[in-house]
């Protein structure tokens, strides 16, 4: 499958090992989830940042049954909203602390980005985030 233009720039971001945020050239505000124009200022003149990858744990569950088609392969595993530094939030895979174990984290952790290593940012192209050592 062909990878949409509007997140081909963020996928390539993580095969590198990095977590990009768009950014609006005019207004200089971040947006995330990608858009094509900004929605504080109507500009379609976006960029990506680098984000410093430091976020809170908003919330999070973890999936040990019942994964949606294409993702069975992959259980268990555990999705959170992570409010990162910059003002932003998304939607990101949870590092387990403990084989196939997540109970260390709380909603509130300190998290931080892990780079998905570029074999695994191509078969599943999404940030993931551990707890923060803080
Ligand atoms: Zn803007």
Redesign the pocket.
């Known amino acids: 499958m062909k990878t949409p233009r509007i997140v081909s720039e963020f996928r390539a971001g993580l095969g590198q090992g990095e977590l990009l945020i768009q950014n ?1 050239n ?2 200089g ?1 971040p947006n995330m989830w990608p858009r094509y124009a ?1 929605p ?2 109507q ?1 379609d003149d976006l960029g990506w940042a680098k984000s410093s990858g430091k976020g809170t744990l908003h919330s999070f569950c973890v999936l040990r049954q019942g994964a949606p088609e294409g993702f069975d392969g992959d259980l268990p595993y555990a999705i959170g909203v992570v409010k990162l530094d910059e003002g932003v939030q998304l939607l990101a895979r949870l590092e387990a602390s403990a084989p196939d174990d997540w109970s260390a984290y709380s909603c509130d952790d300190r998290v931080e980005f892990v780079a998905p290593g570029a074999a695994e940012a191509q078969r599943r192209p999404c940030a993931i985030f551990r707890r923060a050592a803080d």
């Open positions: 609006c005019s207004c505000k900004c504080h200022c500009s």
